[in-house]
């Protein structure tokens, strides 16, 4: 298991107990105590929880803005109908002829649903993707590359290669929250950046899905700032601040072409 991975399933961990210790940690990890301590040390620095002497605890309430990473079969649980509006908004902007690159992530797999229909290619490194289709005439090339257990997507430098190799006509993307004050999206897996932004680099268009709850919360590593998007699309919410960015549109909206 990498890096990412333990500092994932620690996170998690931290959210089922307040106190975790280096020694079940790295039994239950199957690695040295002193892996797990440096680990722990990294997520002290980076603010995602509290070293202490035996072990670490979770962060205090103040702290609660910050996104812990979650493993995908927890997130898919979360505003599932936000993120079927949302799914159902960006999916209206593909066309028959259309290449586009789907992310990783539960808000981008539900587009599937919408689009399989339709005379497209579809480029997605999203194990999710596959699991969804029920047209079998669907035209999806799957990226392959190191697993990532906790995304169900494939990473690393051969799937950053194989998408390298095509060209987008629109490609989308879900991340783990926006900060509005400076409008950069974050990413709860730095692993998970390299294949984002080269689908970025090689798209005519890209866009931003992210549900409400992810607006205003921060994780540990940006991912890019929201003007380098062509939209942002999220859902209506009392919660939602007021003077969003002027690309942001919600599931509901009409969308101009």
Known sequence: MIASERARYILNRLREKEVVTLKETAEELGVSIATVRRDF????????????????????????????????????????????AIARRAASLVRDGDCIFLDGGTTIAPMIDFIQDKKIRIVTHN?????????????IFLIGGHYSHFHAS??????????????????????????????????????????????????????????????????????????????????????APEGLPSNFVFADDAIDE
């Open 41 to 84: 040390e990294k997520l002290d620095e980076k603010g995602l929880a509290v070293k202490v002497r035996s072990g670490a605890t979770r962060l205090p309430l103040s702290n609660a803005s910050v996104a812990a990473p979650m493993i995908t079969s927890e997130k898919s649980k979360e505003h599932i109908e936000a993120k079927i």
């Open 127 to 139: 194990l999710l993707i596959p699991q969804r289709v029920q047209n079998m005439d669907v035209d």
């Open 154 to 239: 494939t990473v690393g430098v051969f799937a950053e290669k194989m998408v390298s190799q095509f060209h987008f006509d629109h490609a989308f993307f879900g991340c783990s929250g926006i900060e509005l004050v400076h409008q950069m999206a974050y990413n709860d897996d730095i692993d998970t950046i390299p294949i984002k932004e080269v689908a970025m680099k090689y798209a005519t268009h890209n866009y931003l899905l992210a549900d409400a709850s992810k607006l205003g919360v921060t994780s540990y590593c940006r991912f890019k700032s929201l003007p380098a998007f062509d939209l942002v699309i999220s859902n209506r919410s009392e919660a």
